[in-house]
């Protein structure tokens, strides 16, 4: 029954978004829409349910997904959750996909990405996504670089509305 899949397939990039149409045959192939800027990424759900997702990443057009990497290593945020459908939630790094209902945990990243957040942690609670920003990271490496922190007692992640803030942790000494 279930067909999920673990990575992106990107196929190709089109200036029309009927061009993506039929390039898209098996779960997880995907095709950028391309014209002047990023208009979208047109993707076969990898869930295997078979519908074509279009997911928009032109603010011009309204509520628009970040892009990170090039074809074959695509990052997207923030993750997708399809409030349609199979309600298919999952998140795109380097063109993996972590489904957020199993639990995936996000790949541990390079031991200097993980040093470079380390050096970013202040005493105040800070959304991760502040910290790729200054850092020029996705957020999903600083995402994960925090996890691998507080398992290290290093950092902490805030409570409630605080989750996804992360500060230093505060020192016992
Ligand atoms: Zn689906």
Redesign the pocket.
Known sequence: MNKRVNRLAFKAQVEQRHEANPLLKMPGDAALVHRGVLRSLVMA?????G?LLTINLDARSGKAWRTYGSHEELSLFPSVW?QT??K?HFILWRSKIYWCDWDDELDTPMADVVELVRGRLSNELVPYVEIADALQLVPWAVLSACYQLIRKGLAQEGKSDLRGHFRRAESLG
Do not use: Q, V, Y
């Not at 759900?45 to 349910?49: A, R, S, V």
């Open positions: 759900c990898p869930d295997g349910c519908e399809r459908g199979c298919s």
